[in-house]
């Protein structure tokens, strides 16, 4: 099992930052594909990045694809998203996920664990 805990949610204007985090327990944190996936009101749930268990490759929908960054320190068992230049349509609920695989996926049913969700609102 493993249980994952996002923070760093809020309320920032258009064009602000913001920086998430996921702290994760549980298990072996480094043997975890990460990924961050988000839900706007009314739409599905989607693939935002992915990180190899390293940390040496990256993986970004190509909505946030240089703005967003994300990163992991294994030794703090935590996954980190960099929201850069955030725009209105990117407010949703933003959700951390793990999958015990080490291939990039961006289908939600190829991640195995999930966090409950923290909120990202962008005002204009």
């Known amino acids: 099992q493993v249980q994952l805990v996002e923070s760093g949610g809020g309320l920032v204007q258009a064009g602000g930052s913001l920086r998430l985090s996921c702290a994760a327990s549980?298990?072996?944190?480094?043997?975890?594909?990460m990924g961050w996936f988000r839900q706007a009101p009314g739409k599905e749930r989607e693939f935002v990045a992915g990180i190899t268990r390293t940390g040496s490759f990256t993986y970004y929908a190509d909505l946030v694809k240089g703005r967003f960054t994300i990163s992991r320190d294994n030794a703090k068992n935590t996954v980190f998203l960099q929201m850069n230049t955030l725009k209105n349509e990117d407010t949703a609920v933003y959700y951390c996920?793990?999958?015990?695989?080490?291939?990039?996926?961006?289908?939600?049913?190829?991640?195995?664990?999930w966090g409950q969700g923290t909120q990202v609102t962008v005002s204009a």
């Open positions: 549980g298990r072996t944190f480094s043997n975890s594909y």
């Open positions: 996920a793990a999958r015990d695989g080490a291939a990039a996926r961006t289908e939600q049913r190829a991640y195995d664990y």
